[in-house]
C-alpha cells in the first residue's frame, strides 16, 4: 500500500462547530466511522479534551486505491471553552457520525440584569 494511503500515524483533526447561548454552550464532533467505545471527552471549567481512534476499513482484495481521503488513527481536539462551565451538568450523545455535547455555564458566567436605581 502506498504511504500516502496507510493508517495516519499523526493525530487528524475532526471537524467541530461550537456555539452558545446565555445559559449554554454546544459543541458537535464529526466523527463517523468511530465507535462509541472508541472515544473518550474530558472536561473541566475551562477547556474539553474530545479523543478517539477511527479504524481503517479492510480492504478488497486486488484492489487499487483510486482515491483515498478519509484518515483513520488517532485524533485529538482541545478547545478553550468561551465562557466556564459547570462539569457536573454536561450530557453528551453520539448518533450517525455526530457527537454532541450540551454544557451547562457556571452561575457566575451567566449574563446577569443589574438594577439601576435613583438617586
Known amino acids: 500500500v502506498n504511504p500516502m494511503f496507510a493508517e495516519c500515524k499523526r493525530a487528524w483533526n475532526p471537524q467541530i462547530d461550537v456555539f452558545d447561548t446565555p445559559t449554554e454552550i454546544f ?31 479492510p480492504h478488497v482484495d486486488q484492489a487499487s486505491f483510486r482515491l483515498a481521503e478519509i484518515q483513520y488513527g488517532n485524533f485529538e481536539r482541545t478547545l478553550n471553552l468561551p465562557a466556564p462551565i459547570d462539569p457536573q451538568a454536561v450530557s453528551a450523545t453520539y448518533a450517525n457520525g455526530l457527537l454532541q455535547l450540551r454544557l451547562a455555564k457556571s452561575e457566575s458566567a451567566r449574563p446577569r440584569r443589574i438594577p439601576i436605581s435613583e438617586d
Not at 43 to 48: L, M, T, W, Y
Open 27 to 57: 459543541i458537535t464532533a464529526e466523527i463517523a466511522g468511530v465507535e462509541k467505545q472508541d472515544l473518550d471527552v474530558e472536561i473541566n471549567q475551562q477547556a474539553i479534551r474530545i479523543s478517539g481512534r477511527r479504524l481503517p476499513q
